[in-house]
T-cell receptor, first 115, second 111 residues
């Protein structure tokens, strides 16, 4: 398996622009998580899905952030309009819960810089 | 919300030394995970723990699920330069719930 695939790996944009980050989870995984990592706040959960349905979006900072999972193999995290404080590394992770095992597999991340 | 504490925050050790780090929580977890993150990469799973008291090894790494279910420990024996990185613990209270991450322990290995 190719693992969790995220794109783009790097994005530099100007304040006010729309940003869309993409994630392809591992085939067969039924949970998908979006995390944000900054030096100040570490790894923070933004939202997670189970079987394409959002379960907990309490970590989404504000209405400028939205996430969708239209099917089991694709998810997007959108920021509109972007602000400099959104600069961070955004990770997507997926998991599967067979009996007795439960682990998160991360993608390589999308580094966002908002100027 | 749930929070995990990791200690030490950072450590500098000589190559060949053993390393110990821990993770504590005010909440009870049923799963503990340990990850390592290299610069510019996503966290990579090292060890997963599912039972209180469980002791699991992965090469030079050994991790334990605390019997109170509120803590976990990671040991690295005979450290080598490629052990450099940030080590994160993560806990999950129940299957299907969020994973909470600690702030990380930054490990530096001096030759």
């Amino acid at each position: 398996d190719a693992g969790v695939i995220q794109s783009p790996r790097h994005e530099v944009t100007e304040m006010g622009q729309e940003v869309t980050l993409r994630c392809k989870p591992i085939s067969g995984h039924d949970y998908l998580f979006w995390y944000r990592q900054t030096m100040m706040r570490g790894l923070e959960l933004l939202i997670y899905f189970n079987n394409n349905v959002p379960i907990d979006d309490s970590g989404m900072p504000e209405d400028r952030f939205s996430a969708k999972m239209p099917n089991a193999s694709f998810s997007t995290l959108k920021i509109q309009p972007s602000e400099p404080r959104d600069s961070a590394v955004y990770f997507c992770a997926s998991s599967f819960i067979p009996s007795g095992a439960n682990v998160l597999t991360f993608g390589a991340g999308s580094r966002l810089t908002v100027l | 919300g749930q929070q995990l504490n990791q200690s030490p925050q950072s450590m500098f050790i000589q190559e060949g030394e053993d390393v110990s780090m821990n993770c504590t929580s005010s909440s009870i977890f049923n799963t503990w995970l340990w990850y390592k993150q290299d610069p510019g990469e996503g966290p990579v799973l090292l060890i997963a723990l599912y039972k209180a008291g469980e002791l699991t090894s992965n090469g030079r790494l050994t991790a334990q699920f605390g019997i109170t279910r509120k803590d976990s420990f990671l040991n690295i024996s005979a450290s080598i330069p490629s052990d450099v990185g940030i080590y994160f613990c993560a806990g999950q209270m129940d299957y299907g719930q969020n994973f909470v991450f600690g702030p990380g322990t930054r490990l530096s290995v001096l030759p």
